[in-house]
């Protein structure tokens, strides 16, 4: 079991930054993949990018290929989500997820274990 607590959501600017967390309990946190989704409201939870156990490899929506960044501290059980040239359409609650076995990594079905999430909003 794996307890996952995202911060650092908020209200930004449309072209500024933020930087999310999702701090992982457990001894196990180096096992696990971990991913990022994002939910608008009246729409689909959707996957915003993921990260390997070891960090080695990484996976982005094209939607956010090249404006963010996942990364993960092993050693403090704690994933991040750097997010820059931030759009309206970013707008959104962003969950964090893990999971030990995963086939497919852009797929909500994918990760057993999920954060409350954290809202991010975008203004103009």
């Known amino acids: 079991q794996v307890q996952l607590v995202e911060s650092g959501g908020g209200l930004v600017q449309a072209g500024g930054s933020l930087r999310l967390s999702c701090a992982a309990s457990?001894?196990?946190?180096?096992?696990?993949?971990m991913g990022w989704f994002r939910q608008a409201p009246g729409k689909e939870r959707e996957f915003v990018v993921a990260?390997?156990?070891?960090?080695?490899?990484?996976s982005y929506a094209d939607s956010v290929n090249g404006r963010f960044t996942i990364s993960r501290d092993n050693a403090k059980n704690t994933v991040y989500l750097q997010m820059n040239s931030l759009k309206l359409e970013d707008t959104a609650v962003y969950y964090c997820?893990?999971?030990?076995?995963?086939?497919?990594?852009?797929?909500?079905?994918?990760?057993?274990?999920w954060g409350q999430g954290t809202q991010v909003t975008v203004s103009s």
């Open positions: 990260i390997r156990s070891s960090g080695a490899s990484t």
């Open positions: 997820a893990a999971t030990v076995r995963v086939t497919n990594l852009r797929v909500v079905t994918s990760y057993a274990y």
């Open positions: 457990g001894r196990t946190f180096s096992t696990y993949t």
